[in-house]
């Protein structure tokens, strides 16, 4: 397990490096450099090396690695409890430098990515992670003044973070949207809507892949799309599947907290970041249907 998740932490590292230079060209890097005899011509292909461009405010959108910047987003958010884990229980002074520097990159990916999803999945990790380490230091670190220093602080780090959002307009708009985001919100407004009735028509589902082409909502360009991952898996595989997906998914965060708040063992402070990621994939899927990262 260690090794996998170091292994994901180098890849998000190889991935902020990525954004920093995308960032700077305002395109993908690979964009016009790509053999003749490996070029196709595909609009989706062409859409990906053209780039995105917030609308409404001409802000570029840096996607590294991935065919939107919502995923490459998804994946720092993912991956930051384990990087500020790691920071906390390692010794080693040239390891948390580079774990500090790769914890910047992965800020500084999500926000040029303008993507709002990615910002919820910071403030996840950092208002949830705090309160089970100060839980757990309560439990086996007796007469440790820390653990319950922490716990009883808690409720100012939420209340503090609330005050930053009202005081500061871009932090409000970066978290929780404005005006440009008006028109993502209308759109994911409407598919419930009219997804909400297909599920009651049909809840056994209509076959894996099918829940975006029967919901047929479609973008201006006339491109077809699906935001919410709880609409494709409710459309693909009816309310069974639904329960038992995200069933699943929320027994693994169940055990994952609990095993981290009453094993002593060393191996199960791994579970506090692995159940803070799954939070935080919960809460993402339900403004993004894309499965990238889905096998991560």
Request: proline share 4%; aromatic share 14%.
């Amino acid at each position: 397990t260690d090794m996998l998740l170091k292994s994901f932490m180098c890849a998000a590292a190889i991935l902020c490096v990525i954004a920093l230079w995308e960032y700077r060209i305002q395109r993908v890097p690979w964009a016009g450099h790509i053999p003749s005899f490996l070029q196709i011509s595909d609009p989706l292909v062409e859409k990906i090396l053209s780039g995105t461009i917030r609308l409404g405010v001409g802000f570029y959108r840096v996607q590294t690695t991935y065919t939107t910047s919502l995923s490459s987003a998804e994946y720092m958010a993912l991956i930051m409890p384990f990087i500020m884990h790691y920071f906390f229980i390692d010794r080693r002074f040239w390891r948390r430098v580079l774990l500090l520097v790769l914890y910047v990159g992965c800020i500084f990916t999500i926000v040029v990515s303008r993507s709002r999803l990615g910002m919820i999945g910071l403030g996840l990790a950092h208002l949830t992670y705090p309160l089970l380490v100060g839980i757990r230091r309560q439990t086996f670190l007796k007469n440790d003044m820390i653990g319950a220093l922490m716990v009883a602080l808690y409720p100012a780090l939420p209340a503090a973070f609330m005050g930053a959002l009202l005081a500061s307009h871009r932090l409000y708009v970066m978290f929780l949207g404005g005006g440009q985001h008006q028109s993502s919100n209308d759109a994911r407004e409407t598919m419930f809507q009219n997804g909400i009735p297909l599920i009651l028509k049909n809840p056994w589902g209509f076959g894996a892949d099918q829940g975006a082409g029967v919901l047929n909502f479609r973008l201006p360009s006339g491109q077809l799309t699906i935001d919410s991952y709880y609409l494709s898996i409710a459309l693909d595989f009816g309310v069974l599947g639904f329960i038992a997906f995200y069933g699943m998914l929320l027994t693994a965060i169940y055990w994952a907290v609990r095993v981290y708040l009453t094993s002593n063992d060393n191996e199960a402070k791994v579970a506090a970041p692995i159940a803070i990621s799954l939070g935080a994939y919960f809460v993402i899927k339900s403004v993004l249907s894309q499965s990238q990262n889905q096998f991560v």
